[in-house]
């Protein structure tokens, strides 16, 4: 290697520079969202054109019934349509990204995992039965602790009960909300979960959720079990930045 570089040195020359890597622009981006869109859901071209052309269209003849040059409403109603056709992608990216990962395990986790502010979430579940591989998942934020089961309803229904008991020794006045993820009478959609978590009404001071957490997070090292086999949360995970084109 010193033999290369004299050699390089007496000659005159310098090493090449490895080429640099191109900066992803946003449009790369959302031509990534509709590729992906487009392999589960093929008419997604036909829906963007369509909500595209909508927008030049009642652009056009907004301008032509207030008697404003039709030409620049039309351009309005592009930029609209644009934007229409965006927040479509973004949504069917985040249906589909869902859909993909919903059934298995640890998707509960995944879809906790999108939520940004206010909670504090344990990625990996807090309670596991090693026969049936039923989770239940926590969740800390200004409503309480929310636990999260994984698992058909008669079946997961002790295993928030068992919980619910350990959280009440460790912090027994703080609220405890009990939410079964699932498509089965009472449970909550995979795609609704984080709605559901930011939806309950706040019952403890901000100052106080990082505490909470804190002890209940100590509670957990103590009596921590083993994920069963197979069950990687963190791998299947729906890119909620991807789905909104950043």
Known sequence: MARKTSESAASGTTPAKPPKEKKRRWYHQVWDVYTQVRADQPSITWMVL???LAGVLLGAALGLLISYPWPITAFMGLALGLMGAMILLGRRAE???YRRIEGQ????SAA?????RGWNIEDEPVAVDPRSQDMVFRAVGRPGVVLVSEGPPHRVAKLLEAEKRKVARVVPNVPIILIQ???AEGQVPLPKLAKTLQK???SLAAGVVPEVAKRLRALH???RLPVPKGIDPMRARPDRKAARGR
């Open 95 to 97: 249906y589909h990204a």
């Open 105 to 108: 395990p640890g998707a509960v």
């Open 50 to 52: 369509g909500i595209i």
């Open 200 to 202: 309950q009404k706040k």
């Open 221 to 223: 090292h103590m009596n």
């Open 181 to 183: 993820e699932g498509r």
């Open 112 to 116: 906790l995992g999108t939520i940004r």
